[in-house]
């Protein structure tokens, strides 16, 4: 389970940062080289904590009522990659003397990057440098790089100079609405301290007022002399050692990150931490390192037979999410993960409708702590609602840190109300997958309720009784502030109906703790059950679809045969009006909704819709070709469904929106996740239970993943000859397969499988 | 014909700065105090240049392609207002010492502002203080203050202190999306010179690279020792005198300012004219300003018998709009002329709609100007429409100063596309008038037919084959980017039949060079014809009325009966989300469309709509119920017509929107024209010949006013015992009354007036 680039391709290296970042979910380090780059060369340092963000003012030439004033930006952290290395006079650097081999590897099983290099510097001297780094899923504050150099020839000195630089900022590019657009300090040493091997650097944000701890050790395979000292900004510890022919030696440099949002005081729990991983030694560290892997896998991995291209890149991605997932309720999945700043470090509805199924069904325990994420910021929600002008109820925000609306353009942010069927959506999936009702009575219900109570405030009834949602955004951002755009309705008409559901199954259970609270009413949700039974749902006869909105269908098509190649991704291309103005789409709407809530839906409408939609959408966004990829899957069209998948699940290694230098896509990734269980195994969380339709593309042989399904662990397996499911642990399961219903006590065999 | 404030109102005083601000069309100055104010005080202090601006950038925390990354600013300029007046000790101030009477006159016989005060010192010193102000209409870049003083019973002596302060800034606000939210120093001065009585300012903007010069001379009445001396950034002119109880002394300030997009040699310019000015002396100045204004009034006055306040109220509104005008194609009429900052001195169409049609009637030489600036800009409106997408045709921007967008917020800028409607109207209406078509063949017919195009390009035909307009912004701003609007389409389809017509006009008459100069053939002109033809217009046949657009109707209608008067203007109290999700209007949309272009449409329509759309406009917006007075008046409901008119005509003299300090609203001034010679008198203006219908509200006696039309002068009358028409000058005019025709060759007489 490696990613392998065994070529020195310049031209890539900004994307490989991303490619091979360390990260595990709490904090993360680009994949940066330790000794720098030539100064000409563009290259984005980073290091990350998730959820730790600095306030920036957001000014608007002209600004309306209601724009938030203020955003939240996840921060670029002082910089504790630098380790340069002198071999005698000479500063070894990819860019000078001979690059005699090169190789560079993430590997997965164990949780480690390395970098391995053989090296003949300008004045001949070889050395072999392996630089081996990891973010430690078992001590989450711990970042750590293991510098081996082996002399081949060369007898002297050698020296590293390792830095912790605190004169950092964040990547901006005023050009690209896709990632800061002004670069300032957000973060400073406040204090910066040294002696011998140790380094502690206390930081502040410039607005936020929060801090966090920086603290490093170095430790030398061979007795050495190392000195640390500090000035201004930064740290630098340097260690001389000498070098034979033949020899070895490493440089450990442990650094270890805390910040004000998870301790009360960040410093002295840095110093604690690094003495217990000092105590541990790096070699334990990665025993645990690879436990820890070994169980995600054997819980996560979705195993493909015969396509070894396929597995990488999905291996890859599942990788990626477990890098990217905060687990501490504090933070959660931001766009990109730790491993960039495009989205500025903002957590989504990616979350929910992209990557949570992944964790719910592998990982249930880590799903809750992002649904926890969500029940924190129920508040900062309510608050949004009421700025939006809703007199009841809580509104999400569009994109956030700590739960404040942080989208400055709100045709494309807040407007997209439909952030509050997604989080419910994910309370009701993780409801059904676990029939963990106390969660619901402490948690759940709050969350349901006051998002249902918002589409109240928020829809109307029309002259024909039904119950109209106006003004708001669907996912597809290039036609924004419609009516009742169908995505938006379907949505809020499955919250309302499952907060209804909620209720009454609490109400069963003599636990409406939730609805006494907020003051609920039997009425109420009465009134959620009204609301969803009128929902109005575009529905155009002639064709057969669900138009995106009221008024999608009467716009003009894109002249898509005049648009050149390179005029995509359109918004960066096009206004929005011109965008807006047309039948073009930028991702998956309509069809997401026909992915996500099909029951009752004809299938002629779900196919009629999908191959309407898939004629006018650019797949701009990362977002949409898995989305296509499950609907195509679930009509049998399965050479189609591979297609999606395919470039579903390579994005980021082929970079193929040409913004992977931002950093990873983490929607995508449980996208590709999604392609293949909710795609080709056809998996729907139900309230019945789980419901399956197997296929397998022509290209591989056969595939298998495991499930966690209330108490029970299941493996469903799909071959050519036929698909079984397995009971692996815990009680019987009721499921359904092609619309049958089961019990899984033991095993289950299918002879055919779909294609 | 005076305004006249004669009671001293602190609290009044920076509305009373635009209410008495001098102007002449091409400078303004606001009526600030000569003598200052206390710190604590707030106070607009402005001097500005019509069309004289500078560029500052506009900045968006996430900007999308084709949104303007500059905009252009009309300039607070050097202040040339100040005279501190010194007697023996003490400073003459308002705020200090006992005032023993006070007057403020806007005296629009005369065209000067003065002020009128009878001052006691704290020690006793009695003195009477006369302050006279000109902005010239003879001289343009003429503004002179006379400054008498008579002394009581103060013997002793008087200083002077006259400055020219280069150390300016405009006025910002940031919560109020209507003026400029960051203060920066957009003029500096480059040269300070002083010479005795003479001072001489080059000053050079930030950033637009315009220079502009200010030149003042000082003279007292009596000899006295005049100095001016030049520091930092400042002019100071000190003339020193003695007086004795009973004696008089008036000092003289000429400022003549002159800047470089109207002269190569700013300096120079004005030095010229200053020295032409003096030999001239005042009151040949103040002369040749009221010969002027009497032959200003002559022409444009409207007189009404019975109603002293409404008279007044609308003397200072036509006068304000002869302030206001630029007459040079460079500049147009800002939307508060030259009165104050709002809207940062841009140009709307309010030009066209509301104020072009008063110069039309009464000075079409001066409507040919305002043509002119749009024809001037015609290239800028072509680089516009490829910004927002279009591959042919002209886009006029929202709102400008020389022709690029400078609306930051598109969904109520850019988006309002029927700008171009509105300027296509202004070239018709001018057309019809006048009958010129020579300026049709050399500019009219360019920007006729460039307008034209882009609806073609914007637009498309729908499944039913009706041409349709999609993602546009109508008037009214509180319903942003829907499809077929009505007021755009039925503006689009007039754009388009006009461009044809004035096609097949100009083909007549074999001066097609305009088509040929742009490559515009007899098949493009017959494609305006059916787009024309086709044009979608939404219509309810249940309510008999034209929706807004297409969604209009279905949306919830706002809460009226909850929303506290505090919460208007709403756009100051809502989000803009939960304005467009309801049917709540700004202002006149399809109200102004009946009023404009009402040919074809059924009377019940128009009459149905009226009371439609008047349940739900909040007339947030000052062009807003003038349009419904006119309808109201065309309907014959002339008792509301009349409240409309009254709630329009005293819009700035009772602050009625609460922000006259920021200046007039010059469009809503034309509307108050409009709604008594469009609304109670019926004029419209048409292919045919102008049409009259004569209403007269029970509160007046009546009316009259006369009418230029192609060559000949008319005047209209209207009485309680029947109106007449009189042609005082020209040959016979062809003409509807009540849409039967006449030919009017002396006078024409009728009975009954329409109540």
Chains 1, 2 share one sequence.
């Not at 099909?598 to 004629?615: F, M, P, V, W």
Request: glycine share 6%; charged share 20%.
């Amino acid at each position: 389970m490696k990613l392998i680039r065994d070529y020195f391709d310049k031209n890539n290296l900004l994307c490989e940062e991303s490619l091979f970042h360390t990260a595990n979910g709490y904090l993360g380090v680009r994949g940066n080289f330790e000794e720098g780059y030539p100064s000409d060369m563009l290259s984005i340092r980073g290091c990350y904590i998730n959820g730790f963000y600095d306030t920036v003012e957001l000014k608007y030439p002209e600004a309306l009522h209601g724009f938030p004033n203020s955003a939240q930006r996840m921060i670029n952290l002082p910089d504790v990659q630098t380790i340069r290395l002198l071999v005698g006079e000479e500063e070894f650097s990819l860019f000078e003397g001979e690059l005699l081999s090169y190789q560079r590897c993430l590997d997965m099983s164990r949780g480690v990057s390395v970098r391995s290099i053989e090296w003949r510097s300008p004045k001949g001297a070889e050395l072999n440098i392996k630089i081996t780094r990891m973010a430690s899923f078992a001590v989450r504050e711990l970042f750590c790089i293991d510098y081996r150099i082996t002399s081949v020839n060369y007898d002297g000195e050698v020296r590293f100079t390792s830095t912790v630089d605190g004169d950092v900022r964040n990547f901006s590019d005023p050009s690209d609405p896709r990632v800061a657009s002004e670069s300032v300090w957000n973060i400073t040493p406040a204090s910066v301290q040294a002696d011998e091997d140790i380094g502690v650097m206390k930081c502040r944000t410039a607005a936020s007022g929060l801090t966090m701890a920086v603290c490093t050790a170095h430790e030398l395979t061979r007795p050495a002399q190392i000195q640390s000292r500090a000035e201004g900004k930064k740290i630098t510890t340097t260690i001389q050692t000498r070098l034979q022919g033949g020899e070895s030696v490493a440089l450990h440099k442990y650094c270890v990150l805390c910040d004000s949002r998870r301790q009360e005081y960040p410093v002295q729990a840095a110093l604690n931490i690094l003495a217990q991983v000092r105590a541990q030694g790096l070699d334990a560290l990665y025993l645990r390192q690879e436990q820890y892997l070994n169980q995600f896998w054997k819980q996560s991995r979705v195993e493909i037979d015969g396509d070894a291209i396929v597995q990488q890149a999905l291996d890859f991605n599942l990788y990626g999410l477990l890098q990217s997932a905060g687990c501490d309720s504090v933070s959660n999945i931001a766009a990109k993960g730790l491993s960039g700043e495009g989205y500025e470090g903002h957590y989504f509805w990616d979350t929910e409708i992209y990557m949570f199924p992944f964790f719910l069904m592998t990982q249930p325990e880590m799903a809750k702590r992002l649904l926890d994420f969500r029940y924190g910021i129920l508040d900062s929600a309510r608050v949004h609602a009421r700025i939006m002008g809703h007199r009841r109820g809580a509104l999400y925000p569009w994109r956030t840190i700590t739960g404040s609306e942080c989208s400055s353009y709100f045709p494309s942010g807040s407007a997209q109300y439909h952030i509050n069927g997604d989080v419910a959506h994910s309370f009701l999936q993780y409801y059904y997958a676990t029939d963990d009702l106390g969660y619901m009575a402490e948690k759940g219900a709050e969350v349901l309720f006051e998002a249902a109570r918002l589409w109240l405030d928020a829809g109307h009834y029309n002259s024909r009784g039904m119950f109209c949602i106006d003004a708001v955004t669907g996912p597809d951002e290039y036609t924004c502030i419609v009516n009742n755009n169908y995505f938006t309705n379907r949505s809020a008409q499955q919250n309302l109906c499952g907060a209804a559901e909620i209720y009454h199954a609490l109400q069963a259970a003599n636990s409406l703790q939730a609805a006494e609270k907020i003051g609920l009413s039997a009425e109420e949700a009465a009134e959620f059950e009204r609301a969803a039974a009128a929902m109005y749902l575009p529905y155009d006869e002639q064709l057969d679809i669900n138009p995106q909105d009221d008024s999608f269908m009467n716009k003009a098509v894109w002249d898509f045969a005049n648009t050149p190649p390179e005029d995509y991704p359109l918004l960066l291309h096009y206004h929005p009006l011109a965008l807006y103005r047309h039948q073009v789409c930028k991702q998956a709407d309509t069809v997401l909704a026909h992915c996500l809530y099909d029951e009752g839906i004809a299938e002629s409408t779900i196919r009629n819709s999908l191959h309407y939609y898939e004629k006018i959408t650019t797949h701009d966004s990362s977002l949409s070709t898995c989305i296509f990829g499950i609907v195509s899957a679930r009509l049998g069209e399965a050479a189609k469904a591979y297609q999606y998948f395919l470039n579903t699940a390579c994005t980021d290694l082929e970079n193929a929106h040409g913004n992977t230098k931002d950093g990873i896509h983490t929607a995508n990734m449980g996208g590709s996740y999604l392609a293949i269980v909710a795609g080709f195994a056809g998996l729907r969380c139900r309230a019945d239970g789980m419901h399956f339709s197997f296929a397998l593309p022509d290209e591989w042989e056969g595939y298998r993943f495991r499930l966690r399904y209330r108490k029970s662990l299941l493996q469903v397996e799909v071959k050519r000859c036929g698909s079984a499911i397995k009971l692996l642990q815990g009680p019987p399961v009721r499921l359904f397969v092609e619309e049958r219903e089961y019990l899984l006590e033991d095993s289950l065999s299918f002879r055919e499988v779909s294609v």
